[in-house]
């Protein structure tokens, strides 16, 4: 080859005397070449040494090979939310498998949605993971008219017509108060999620299940809403033991806002757990570095993003014919703070 270059597609078709489409659906193995074409072309590639890129492949799938995952919050929380960091590890690990890129998308602002719903219209993307689902967002209606494959960690709600994959919020909220209630304690207050997610009215809806299953009363002056963030969980914690001094335990719908009450606990002269038992949600990092280490739900998060990627990438080939729904089981994991 003159100066070496890289062997590229038009360089294919030339040698085997076809088009760059036909060279493609070879490359593909689409069905529509004639046999004499398909030898020309794949006699071409082995004296050419050409090794076919994404583009290539592009020009008849007309798929990009890259797929979004968007997070429409701060660098400042998915710097600090373990969550973010474990669902990440999770769909690069099932793409990985495959020629598929990932592209991290931040949707913050006006100016960032307009930038993602550029990418979505031009199909820049062959589909998109979204994370972080508030009932109100815009962004799944949006993605769901265009057409796009599209998968969310959670669900906006019962009525959710995209794919999702979430965990057992309910189930496993239910255990973390059920445990506290057989250890004896009577005043459970709880920091929730935000109520306008489904993941926020879940876990709430666990703290209720668990008291009435036990036949003991859900008092609500002992819910405070939270944000997921470590500041939420102290203004949540403070506001409580305001309100209600006498409480004996808490349930904090994540591990950052539990280990935020621990600190709250300690500066106020708590003693976890005897004073006050505390258990967060999610089983992260965090939760086997508190002092004391802190009981709570396990939720599968790499897990998670990896099925959240499978069933994306089913829909972008046509094998994943109808939305799917999927929830992935909990665990309580005991630890010194209950």
Request: proline residues 4%; charged residues 25%; without cysteine.
């Amino acid at each position: 080859m003159p100066g070496n270059r890289r062997p590229t597609i038009k360089t294919v078709a030339a040698r085997a005397g076809v088009g760059r489409t036909t060279v493609s659906r070879v490359i593909n193995g689409s069905e529509l070449v004639s046999a004499d074409a398909r030898a020309r072309v794949l006699a071409a590639i082995k004296e050419l040494n050409y090794v076919p890129n994404s583009v290539a492949r592009g020009l008849v799938t007309n798929r990009t090979n890259a797929v979004a995952l968007v997070i429409p919050e701060s660098e400042s929380r998915l710097g600090s939310e373990p969550f973010f960091a474990a669902l990440i590890r999770g769909v690069s690990g099932a793409l990985s498998e495959t020629r598929t890129q990932l592209q991290l998308m931040l949707v913050r602002d006006r100016a960032e949605r307009d930038q993602l719903t550029a990418s979505v219209a031009t199909r820049r993307v062959d589909g998109v993971l979204l994370v972080s689902v508030h009932a109100h967002d815009q962004l799944p209606g949006l993605l769901e008219e265009m057409g796009l494959p599209t998968v969310l960690a959670g669900r906006r709600d019962e009525r959710e017509r995209l794919s999702h994959v979430t965990s057992d919020n309910a189930g496993g909220a239910a255990a973390a108060v059920r445990h506290l209630l057989e250890r004896g304690r009577n005043r459970i207050a709880t920091i929730s999620g935000p109520l306008d997610m489904d993941v926020g009215r879940s876990r709430l809806a666990g703290w209720r299940d668990a008291h009435r299953e036990a036949g003991a009363h859900a008092d609500e002056s002992l819910v405070e809403v939270g944000d997921f963030t470590e500041e939420g969980g102290l203004r949540a914690m403070r506001s409580l033991l305001e309100r209600a001094p006498d409480l004996d335990a808490v349930f904090a719908a994540s591990d950052l806002m539990a280990v935020s009450a621990l600190a709250e606990l300690r500066r106020q002269g708590r003693q976890v757990p005897d004073d006050v038992a505390v258990v967060g949600f999610e089983d992260s990092v965090l939760a086997r570095h508190t002092n004391p280490p802190l009981t709570t739900v396990r939720q599968p998060v790499e897990e998670l993003g990896r099925t959240m990627a499978r069933i994306l990438l089913d829909e972008i080939t046509g094998a994943g014919r109808s939305a799917q729904r999927l929830t992935l089981a909990t665990e309580l994991v005991v630890r010194e703070s209950s």
